[in-house]
């Protein structure tokens, strides 16, 4: 707040605004509105110029005014970047008015979205984001190790950052997030208080502690308690729960999404990924992360994470796997060409990393947010509807680069990913790399996500209904789709083809990584990346016998064994037909050793 | 001031855009924008306007020339732009057509595409001949007052 007591008495005026756009009539537009305002107003037409600008002055502005389309940087990238050096409130600018944009915007931690024409009275508010957030700011006593422990100033910006999204989510969410709110008792309002850095360390422990009292079961207080981390409080761990359950459906959902986007996109063939995740959510996160050399590693690999092993794997699909850690959306994890704007980027993946939570809360955001508007998302739709379904913004911006994947890359929250453990870093992202790269297909990675996510979120049950219909819609391809996921068995790992059954495998055997994990051999990144999450890999036929895989799932789903199980077998009986028997004793192979990599 | 014959036509000239929906709340905004210290302020945004936005017509006109094979995401960047810049003027007609081509773009019609952009080009310079006979006549008149809003 220190920057708003000096001007308090005369607050607004003399704010300090920076306004970036490239087109000059707007910018000059914006500037005379601005100034009508009394702010004090710098302009510029380079993204480029602007990040100087910032950088060389840092306390120099109170907010920042960017447009979305400039040509020399994307004004999301800006905005991250922003977000994460300076921690300044910016707000995003665009003709356009696609909902799905600004939901992007948003959760990409923008303050607000305004449409052109701006108007004037809508300029006459803004400085209240600036006072928000240097309230939000000030009200963070508690944890202030957070950042310590960080050691990086990338790291703790990169919590700054996180922080920013979780306030900004805070905000929004409270709204529309009730619905969520399972086991969380807390009020969202608890949230308000002193805000908690969620780093890296605390969102692992945190992870940790979920994963070991069962998502089902994590209440607040036990997770509090097991995570024995002084100064924090129950609501802090409830609000991050809602966030996390919320991030879990939302990925879930956004992995349906994908897929549907990339079930079009992709060659049916390739069975989609089947991210699921429901499983394991626990289990599966453990492994996550690190595996993959997705950006994730910066986390420290969580036990099980190793186990998914193959962390080239991801890299192998493109992910950048460290670039992206924590990278928010920026590149990497996505693989897609634009990993910026993607929303969903999520770093290493992998529920696990405590990062990847975080960021996934983060990129929860931006994919979380998705799921309003995507329909296909809504695991309540169609399932897997492998729509091509362009409905978030996420989707869209899925660079294609990843591979062919005419479709976007399915950002599939890295949870799916996580459960590989290496495979794709439990991002989407990775997923989407790995799929773009084979493309593959996700198509059933919409189910998986879904369930995953669901799964995570102590809706376990639901998820696995989801999946369960979901598997329907998946037909993938190849197969029915009606495919459950037979489970994840290694035998999906064997299969190359199908990231899925790795994925499926993950699933099941959270521990068994390496096998499926990430197959990275097929690019198929969603593979890799479903496997944790039972992902099932409508893919080829693979020759996943379903009882194996259903075994090994069911051990470990058992809580959401239900539907799942279904899934996973169907699932696996489409990939049986795919998978050549030989790679059906590869699997098995993997089976029992619990893991091969890939 | 006073109630000047050229003011009136100012005003009445000013009224009709507006009723031919050429013109939409923005322009007015615009007009709210000028003061003292820029009392030319709308014709000198204008005029940056029409400078501007014609290297971004020319470009969409050179990316059109390709016929057949079209690149829709180029043309919908650019369109992107354009239809911005106008919006900010508050051009509402070719604005208009701007999202009609920025539509036709996501579907890929490309015959689409081409014919809207010529409508856009016929609005986008009766537009600008308008304005200038406008900003000629408001000039004439002297300062103007803060814009009232067209009935």
């Known amino acids: 707040m220190a920057v708003i007591n000096e001007k308090d008495h005369h607050f607004p005026k003399g704010m300090r605004v920076l306004a970036v756009d490239d087109d000059r009539t707007c910018l000059m537009v914006l500037k005379t509105l601005l100034q009508k305002c009394h702010y004090q107003v710098t302009t510029t037409n380079s993204a480029i110029t602007a990040l100087k600008l910032l950088r060389e002055k840092k306390n120099k502005f109170d907010l920042v005014i960017s447009d979305v389309h400039m040509p020399d940087m994307d004004g999301f990238k800006l905005l991250e970047l922003v977000g994460l050096e300076m921690d300044l409130p910016v707000i995003m600018l665009s003709v356009d008015d696609d909902p799905r944009v600004m939901m992007k915007g948003i959760m990409h931690g923008a303050c607000f979205y305004l449409v052109k024409p701006v108007r004037i009275e ?25 950042n310590h422990e960080n050691p990086d100033s990338d790291q703790s910006s990169k919590a700054n950052k996180k922080r920013k999204e979780q306030e900004e989510e805070e905000e929004e969410e409270e709204e529309e997030e009730d619905e969520n709110d399972h086991d969380n008792g807390d009020d969202p309002s608890a949230q308000k208080k002193p805000r908690v850095v969620w780093s890296v360390d605390l969102h692992r422990k945190f992870v940790t502690a979920v994963e070991q009292l069962g998502i089902d079961k994590a209440v607040p207080k036990k997770i509090l308690d097991l995570m024995n981390v002084e100064k924090l409080t129950r609501e802090n761990v409830a609000s991050h729960l809602q966030k996390y359950r919320i991030f879990l459906r939302r990925v879930n959902n956004m992995s349906n999404q994908q897929h549907s986007n990339i079930g079009s996109g992709f060659s049916s063939a390739d069975t989609s990924y089947l991210r699921m995740n429901p499983l394991s959510g626990i289990g599966q996160l453990q492994t996550l992360n690190n595996n993959s050399g997705y950006g994730l590693r910066s986390f420290s690999p969580s036990n099980m994470l190793n186990r998914f092993n193959t962390p080239s794997a991801l890299n192998a699909h493109g992910f950048n796997s460290n670039d992206s850690q924590f990278q928010f959306p920026s590149s990497g994890l996505l693989g897609r060409g634009r990993s910026n704007n993607n929303q969903i980027y999520l770093p290493g993946g992998g529920l696990n990393s405590v990062q990847n939570l975080s960021t996934i809360f983060d990129s929860k955001q931006s994919f979380c947010r998705q799921k309003p508007s995507s329909p296909i998302l809504g695991v309540s739709n169609n399932g897997l509807i492998l729509e091509q379904n362009h409905q978030g913004g996420i989707y869209d911006n899925i660079p294609n680069s990843v591979g062919s994947s005419s479709q976007e890359q399915i950002s599939f929250p890295s949870l799916l990913d996580h459960h590989h453990g290496n495979s794709c870093n439990n991002d989407i992202w990775s997923n989407e790399c790995n799929t773009l790269m084979n493309s593959s297909t996700f198509q059933g990675g919409n189910l998986s996500g879904a369930s995953s996510i669901t799964s995570l979120s102590s809706q376990s049950h639901d ?28 035998n999906n790992n064997n299969n190359n083809q199908n990231g899925n059954y790795h994925a499926l495998s993950g ?45 090994t799932r069911n051990t470990h789903i058992s809580n959401n064994a239900g539907s799942l199980e279904d899934f996973v077998n169907e699932i696996m009986k489409q990939k049986q037909d795919k998978i050549k028997l030989p790679e059906g004793d590869f699997l098995c192979d993997n089976y029992s050793t619990g893991g091969t990599s890939m | 001031m006073e109630r000047s014959q050229p003011r009136r036509q100012v005003a009445a000239m000013k009224q009709s855009l507006f009723d031919q929906g050429l013109l939409d709340e ?24 029409y400078r501007d936005s014609s290297r971004l017509i020319s470009s969409i006109e050179q990316a059109l020339k390709e016929r057949h094979t079209l690149d829709f995401n180029k043309l919908d960047t650019l369109m992107h732009q354009f239809k911005g810049s106008s919006s900010s003027i508050g051009a509402k007609k070719v604005k208009a057509e701007c999202t009609l081509f920025r539509e036709y773009c996501r579907t890929g019609n490309a015959e689409g595409c081409m014919k809207t952009f010529q409508q856009l080009k016929k609005e986008y310079a009766s537009l600008r001949k308008k304005l200038e006979a406008y900003f000629q006549l408001a000039r004439q008149a002297g300062p103007m007052e803060t814009a009232c809003r067209p009935k």
């Open chain 1, 122 to 146: 809508e300029l006459k508010n803004i400085w209240q984001h600036v006072i928000r957030r240097n309230k939000h700011d000030s009200q963070e006593p508690e944890k202030p190790s957070n």
């Open chain 1, 507 to 551: 699933l099941i055997d959270p521990f068994s990584n390496s096998s499926f994990n990430r197959n990275l051999d097929f690019d198929f990144c969603d593979a890799s990346q479903m496997k944790h999450d039972g992902v099932i890999d409508l893919t080829e036929d693979s020759s996943l016998k379903p009882h194996q895989l259903y075994k």
């Open chain 2, 26 to 49: 923005q322009f007015i905004q615009l007009e709210e924008l000028s003061d003292d210290a820029n009392p030319n302020f709308v014709e000198e945004i204008v005029t940056l306007y």
């Open chain 1, 463 to 490: 998820s696995f209904t989801d999946l369960n219909f979901q598997g329907v819609n998946f037909t993938n391809i190849n197969n029915s789709n009606n495919v459950q996921f037979q489970g994840w068995n290694s």
